[in-house]
């Protein structure tokens, strides 16, 4: 069974500050997504991760994925109150685009 | 572009009755669909894939029977929650891939808004 986990699960910053969130997967995948999630709302894609090395930069946000270390990472720079919101990554299972999620990660970014 | 959209977006509804919800690609052909459910504060739970014209497969412990998806169209995935009891009270929402490579990344997934079923 694959298991997405995510680290923090909660995370409270100062504005300007620097940070990661990592998402370990317990199987192999070569696709990884990461998406943002406003209260009440439905998800907005960030990143699709296609291959072993992939890095992606947005703005603040910067994804990466390591496929032998089954590890992806969200690096924020110099955060922004407007960034407070919750974060998932997600991991295709088979290739079949059928999404395993993570648990979340809730930032909060503090004036 | 690539815009899913679902209706309705909230429902209230009485136990034991049947609610539909519906979810279309506005501006793309969705040849798979996707259901998920999420309990508030949680992560997203796959219920079920569905692709156009043939029947739907459902994630282990999902019930068939309870949660009706029928996917008659590449625009059009419906998803009808039968007999419906306080305990499916959730916020569900779809997803769809399509077949428009050249426009659109074709390993991504296009989710809709969302609808919030509360049944009393």
């Known amino acids: 069974e694959l298991k997405v986990e995510q680290n923090p699960l909660f995370l409270s910053m100062q504005e300007g500050k620097n940070y990661t969130i990592y998402c370990n997967y317990s199987?192999?995948?070569?696709?990884l997504y990461w998406y943002r999630q406003d209260p009440g709302k439905s998800l907005e894609s960030l990143f699709v991760l296609l291959s072993n090395g992939a890095v992606k930069q947005e703005g603040r946000l910067m994804a990466s994925l390591d496929t032998k270390a089954r590890l992806s990472t969200l690096h924020i720079t110099a955060a922004v109150h407007d960034l407070s919101a919750t974060y998932f990554c997600?991991?295709?299972?088979?290739?079949?685009?059928?999404?395993?999620f993570g648990e979340g990660t809730q930032l909060t970014v503090n004036p | 572009g690539a815009v899913v959209s679902q209706h309705p977006s909230r429902v209230i509804c009485k136990s034991g009755t049947s609610v539909k919800i519906e979810c279309r690609s506005l501006?793309?052909?969705?040849?798979?669909m996707f259901w998920y459910r999420q309990f508030p504060k949680k992560s997203l739970m796959l219920m079920a894939t569905s692709n156009e014209g043939s029947k739907a497969t459902y994630e282990q412990g999902v019930e068939k029977d309870k949660f009706l998806i029928n996917h008659a169209s590449l625009t059009l995935s419906t998803l009808t929650v039968t007999s419906a009891h306080p305990e499916d009270s959730s916020f569900y929402i779809c997803?769809?891939?399509?077949?428009?490579?050249?426009?659109?990344?074709?390993?991504?997934?296009?989710f809709g808004p969302g609808t919030r079923l509360t049944v009393t």
């Open positions: 199987t192999t995948s070569d696709r």
């Open positions: 997803s769809a891939s399509g077949l428009e490579r050249r426009a659109f990344d074709s390993y991504e997934q296009y």
């Open positions: 501006d793309f052909q969705a040849t798979t």
């Open positions: 997600a991991v295709d299972i088979g290739g079949g685009s059928r999404l395993t």
